[in-house]
């Protein structure tokens, strides 16, 4: 009920409401086109992957946007962001209908494969370009109080959209590998979500041009772009709530990418057999939606404590539940207890990213905040990548290790100590003062009218 408070209390801002259709549309998009990747990269029955092909493809697919990310940020500090959201998933959907183009020959020559991943590295490069951009034009649809809360239900209300799309995907793909080849039942779901692109760009045309900032606008010269960069690190470091919140997450995301890996190579290596395909991609679709369960539940439970307990110290609980979590049940390997594990750190992680979320939103200026989320999605990236090359150094082929989980949990907890002792002192409660009146006001009022 809290949750849909908060979310009634967001929701009478009609910018907010055309924003999040905006958000809603594209990651159910990113979601079904996940699928369709997963299924063709990684369930060919002609291929068993291990963590090194895993890491391959995320640095493919995530580092070249590492190395433009200080460019496009200082984009969203001076292009339109309205625009940004309808150009970049224009250009997306080319980009997918030409990996549908792709897929249907059926062919898997170097050729082929060369092409399929240079278009796969620049729908998904531009895919955190637009999520960076989605996130730097929130503060113009809300009030500045409602940065918490705003941080709560978007980020989940955007993911259960991804695992909408996600679910729809695995479900479509499993009936159509029942009665197509699997080339053509890839190329189905690429298909599909080059029309939700589309779709996502008509929604960002309802929404004014310079409505979504930024404020102010500079040159558009390329050679700001180092300049620009060198302004949002050193603001990150004087404020030192946002900066040490984007270190905290980095830290963080590195151990649940290298779970998040060894998951996959449980459920495609251990569990099932090469040419077991279809159920293998049914139980990691059943592993995504847990999980994103979990984020939902982050979102509800989130403000509620944080406008108890403080951000400090919701964030410092959530990693130390993580480094228990990891062990008990994380460490025994059935579908259950995997599930399980998956759905509980599903609501930690989540928990720390809204924390995080907000600390860069209240704590870092409007013309520096492209570049700041950009720098966010980069450390995001780095991580992930970094995350899949050291399962594959410590992991082995099946993602079995109960020493190395161990050495997780360990981490976990280290980094909550660490964040404990650098922020005290600090005040990240910026952008919640007033965020448990309001909810408890649209409470008052409901009750009111009823």
Avoid at 128 to 154: G, K
Avoid at 194 to 223: H, K, M, N
Avoid at 340 to 347: D, K, M, P, R, T
């Amino acid at each position: 009920m809290e949750w849909i408070r908060a979310l009634r209390l967001l929701w009478r801002h009609g910018y907010f409401r055309k924003l999040m259709a905006v958000r809603i549309a594209t990651q159910s998009c990113d979601g079904l086109l996940q699928v369709a990747l997963a299924s063709y990269v990684l369930f060919s029955p002609e291929r068993q992957p291990d963590a090194g092909s895993i890491a391959a493809v995320l640095a493919i697919t995530l580092l070249p946007f590492s190395v433009l990310g200080p460019f496009v940020g200082v984009i969203l500090d001076r292009w339109s962001r309205r625009q940004v959201l309808v150009v970049v998933d224009l250009i997306r959907a080319v980009l997918v209908l030409g990996l549908a183009a792709l897929v249907a020959t059926g062919l898997r020559t170097g050729s082929v494969e060369a092409l399929f991943y240079g278009g796969v590295l620049l729908a998904m490069s531009l895919n955190r370009f637009l999520l960076a951009a989605l996130s730097a034009a929130l503060p113009h649809t809300i009030e500045p109080t409602e940065y918490m809360v705003a941080n709560s239900v978007v980020p989940t209300v955007g993911p259960a959209g991804a695992l909408v799309g996600a679910a729809l995907g695995t479900l479509l793909r499993l009936v159509l590998g029942s009665q197509v080849p699997s080339f053509a039942a890839d190329a189905t779901l690429f298909i599909v979500a080059c029309g939700g692109y589309v779709l996502s760009a008509c929604l960002a045309l309802r929404i004014p041009r310079d409505q979504l900032g930024p404020d102010e606008r500079g040159t558009r010269s390329a050679r700001d772009v180092i300049a620009g960069l060198a302004v949002a690190l050193r603001h990150l470091r004087e404020r030192r709530a946002a900066g040490i919140g984007l270190l905290t997450i980095g830290l963080q995301r590195l151990i649940f990418g290298v779970v998040t890996v060894a998951t996959i190579l449980i459920f495609r290596n251990h569990f099932h057999s090469i040419d077991d395909v279809n159920p293998a991609i049914a139980d990691l679709g059943l592993f995504a939606v847990i999980t994103g369960a979990g984020f939902v539940v982050a979102a509800a439970i989130t403000p509620l404590i944080t406008a108890r307990a403080g951000v400090r110290a919701w964030v410092v609980a959530a990693l130390l539940l993580s480094a228990v979590l990891q062990v008990f049940p994380g460490a025994i390997y059935t579908k259950v207890t995997l599930m399980i594990a998956a759905f509980l750190l599903g609501v930690t992680a989540q928990s720390v990213k809204i924390c995080v979320d907000t600390l860069v939103q209240a704590h870092v200026d409007d013309d520096v905040k492209g570049r700041a989320f950009v720098i966010y999605d980069m450390i995001f990236n780095v991580a992930l990548v970094a995350a899949a090359c050291i399962t594959a150094l410590i992991m082995p082929p099946d993602g079995r290790s109960v020493p190395v989980l161990i050495g997780l949990a360990a981490c976990y907890a280290l980094i909550g100590v660490a964040f404990l002792i650098v922020t005290r002192g600090l005040d990240l409660n910026a952008g919640t003062e007033s965020m448990r009146e309001a909810i408890d006001d649209e409470a008052a009022a409901e009750e009111h009218r009823g």
